[in-house]
């Protein structure tokens, strides 16, 4: 009966979450690509449907293909609506990410911020996602989807303030780190571009077997091209910070209650690997929760 109740609860929270997607898609879904984002590799590998407002990026055995934001941000509220490919794609990765620009040669260290699909190989479907802090990475999640994400879009988001990092499927927190700097764990604190793309990603992501080249062309679809992100191009980062951006504002410092309840349900039914059962003894952050 508890468990009836719970799962009951879920919906509704998850109907509410879903209206207010709808909503919200609906004004977001009006910018064009070309307003924020530019193509940056595999330009033949990119086609553009509804005037703009949906891209299509395709791989086969010449290239994959890719884009990104014209500007930086440092902090955020980032999202992009994606449906991936339909076949039998393992080792074929669909990628939607945040990532500082290294210049080689500088010797810098970068940050990122990750959602990657691993290619399906039938059901249920993996989500991959993944921290780097200066350049310190190995923070890789999976979780099992509760859908299809090969038949129609869903919404991926990046909440990203000083507080914490938010990991959103259709508005449901699916993983949070938090700013654990006080205790030496970095955080990510470079501007970022905003990146999608199609890449092989074989071995790596298809368990050492190969690509199934006879299926290719593999194509995933991309929407959704407003930015509700801190631009950093005429100022410095730290306006980033200010509490009058709405997602620094302290209702996005942590999750409320509701948020809470669903992002435990997803931990228990849907996280299939977590890096901190795994190697958590490497990561200060694994020791704290
Ligand atoms: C992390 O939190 C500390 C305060 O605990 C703050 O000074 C720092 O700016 C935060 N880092 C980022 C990148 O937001």
Redesign the pocket.
Known sequence: MVHLHKQQNFCYVLLLFVALAIVYARKSDEVSFQQNYRVVWGNHHVFFLQHGREVQLSIDKTSGAGFRSKLEYASGFFHMRIKIPNKDSRGVVTAFYLTSTVYEGMGEKHDEIDFEFLGNNGEPHMLQTNIFANDEGGREQRHSLWFDPTIDFHTYGLLWN?HQIVFYVDEIPIRVFK?N??VGVS???QEMHVTGSIWNGEPWASNGKRIDWNQAPFTAHFESFNIQGCQTQNHNKFVC?SPYLWWNDHKHWQLNPHQQKAYQYVRKKHLVYDYCSDRGQLHKECQIN
Do not use: G, L
Request: net charge negative; charged share 10%; aromatic share 38%.
């Open positions: 000083q700013n700097s006080e955080f990510p604190w910070y």
